[in-house]
């Protein structure tokens, strides 16, 4: 007979969440270690900080401070998390930054900090982690999308382009992953209340009554939304889901 809740338990797994202690991705970081799996929060801000909040999760939360975009370093963290914590069956590429400017104002600097934190940085933690999933003969890899890797929205080429590349990235590693036990999807969420969010929409009332407008129930998702997707994606419920993009949107793609 069927055992319905561990299909979806996470219990057993290791799962490193990139910007987990902030945003979006503390509530992936929640709901992972709700679901069982222990979690190591990775970001670049305050150590001591974050260290606490890790603390106050209790038992099998970790942080650790770590620029993804410090790529020629990256190899020796996953090395040094292995080490210390254990070996890592899960891989949320969650960490982001944002550029708010028309293309004429958004400068190569702009643009290129936008690739190196996005995509140079997921793209690096996958081929660290990958030939290790690899020897184990499993792994789950997931990469946070966004809407804007489906529709156009102005003032976000940098976001855009990166979050575009992204579905590439999922299918190819998956194509390229499977026969190995490892699975690769992602989650596109759609307008999820966040700082990320306010910064990208104080002050501009037409553009949050345009998203509020497309969007079937009329509202904002919720940063847990978000979590519980990955977890239902990183559990064996999904066993058979990969290569997909998820959108948790409120039906935004498909709102008239």
């Known amino acids: 007979m069927i055992n319905y809740q561990d299909m979806f338990s996470l219990a057993g797994e290791r799962a490193i969440i990139t910007g987990g202690a ?18 190591i929060m990775v970001g670049s801000g305050s150590s001591e900080e974050r260290e606490r909040l890790a603390e106050e999760m209790g038992e099998g939360v970790h942080y650790r401070s770590f620029n993804v975009a410090d790529t020629k370093n990256t190899e020796r ?96 590693l998956a194509s390229e992953t499977s026969a190995h036990g490892i699975r690769v999807n992602g989650i596109a969420p759609g307008w999820i ?37 990955a977890v239902y994606l990183a559990s064996p419920a999904a066993a058979f889901v990969n290569g997909a993009v998820l959108p948790v949107d409120g039906g935004a793609l498909i709102g008239f």
């Open 193 to 229: 209340e966040s700082a990320m969010l306010r910064k990208a929409l104080d002050g501009d009332e037409p553009r949050t009554q345009k998203i509020l407008g497309r969007t079937p129930m009329k509202k904002f998702g919720e940063p847990h939304d978000i979590g519980w997707a």
């Open 22 to 39: 902030t945003g979006l991705g503390l509530a992936m970081s929640q709901c992972f270690r709700a679901a069982g799996a222990e979690v």
């Open 77 to 172: 963290f996953v090395q040094e998390v292995e080490e210390t914590i254990g070996p890592v069956s899960i891989l949320v590429n969650n960490a982001g930054n944002h550029c708010k400017k028309p293309i004429e104002e958004t400068t190569d600097e702009d643009f290129q900090a936008v690739m190196d934190v996005h995509l140079l940085g997921a793209f690096s933690l996958c081929r660290a982690l990958i030939p290790r999933m690899k020897q184990r003969n499993k792994g789950n890899i997931i990469f946070q999308a966004s809407m804007t890797s489906f529709i156009g929205q102005p003032n976000v080429i940098a976001y855009s382009s990166a979050k575009s590349a992204y579905l590439g990235m999922v299918r190819t």
